[in-house]
């Protein structure tokens, strides 16, 4: 079965960073893309950035390039979200979602529960 | 990277179809066939029910259905049923890696 479980969410402040992290299972992470999606409370959907099976292609939001920065640790079946210089419209449900294919062009045929991360002083 | 743009709501009784529009440019849903659509329910994590603008998963049912015509794709539900209600959001590619979601609609089962 594919889990996907994000961590990491949490109260910081504008300005600061925070990680957030997502653990797969039941899938060979290597072999796909992934990206992270976000959702404002009442909002809708927003990709925020994806990365391709060797981290060779990365491709960012144009609101959060040069703030975000995602890796992954195939090795670790993980997926990471470096999120700096936050602001407070940056609080939302953050989603990990796995991509159909390796490249990062694919439809997201899964995702998990998300974390929520709330940005305020 | 401007959103996809969709009606805000849609509505139908039940056993009535229903069509939901995502218009983007030529950037984006004109220049790819991979338009991707998802169902969310009130919290909960959204669903794939159609990729590369017409294919249905495994498991969806054949009552939802996806085309598209130059920068503008649709999703079409026919026999509504009550558990259908829930929020959609079209989804394209838009390349190097990128994609851009659409601005989400509510559709309402009366």
């Known amino acids: 079965e594919v889990q996907l479980v994000e961590s990491g969410g949490g109260l910081v402040q504008p300005g600061r960073s925070l990680r957030v992290s997502c653990a797969v299972s039941?899938?060979?992470?290597?072999?796909?893309?992934m990206h992270w999606v976000r959702q404002a409370p009442g909002k809708g959907l927003e990709w925020v950035s994806g990365?391709?099976?060797?981290?060779?292609?990365?491709g960012y939001a144009e609101v959060v390039k040069g703030r975000f920065s995602i890796s992954r640790d195939n090795a670790k079946n993980s997926l990471y979200l470096q999120m700096n210089s936050l602001r407070i419209e940056d609080t939302a449900l953050y989603y990990c979602a796995k991509d159909w294919g390796p490249w990062g062009s694919g439809s997201l045929n899964y995702w998990g529960h998300g974390t929520l991360v709330i940005v305020s002083s | 990277q401007s959103a996809l743009t969709q009606p805000a709501s849609v509505s139908g009784s039940p056993g009535q179809s229903i069509t939901i529009s995502c218009t983007g440019t030529s950037s984006d849903v004109g220049n790819y066939h991979l338009v991707s659509w998802y169902q969310q329910h009130p919290g909960k994590a959204p669903k794939l029910m159609i990729y590369e603008g017409s294919k249905r998963p495994s498991g969806v049912s054949n009552r939802f259905s996806g085309s598209k015509s130059g920068n503008t794709a649709s999703l079409t539900i026919s026999g509504l049923q009550a558990e259908d209600e829930a929020d959609y959001y079209c989804c394209s590619y838009a390349g190097n890696t990128t994609r851009v979601f659409g601005t989400g609609t509510k559709l309402t089962v009366l």
């Open positions: 039941g899938f060979t992470l290597e072999d796909y893309a």
């Open positions: 990365i391709s099976w060797n981290s060779g292609s990365v």
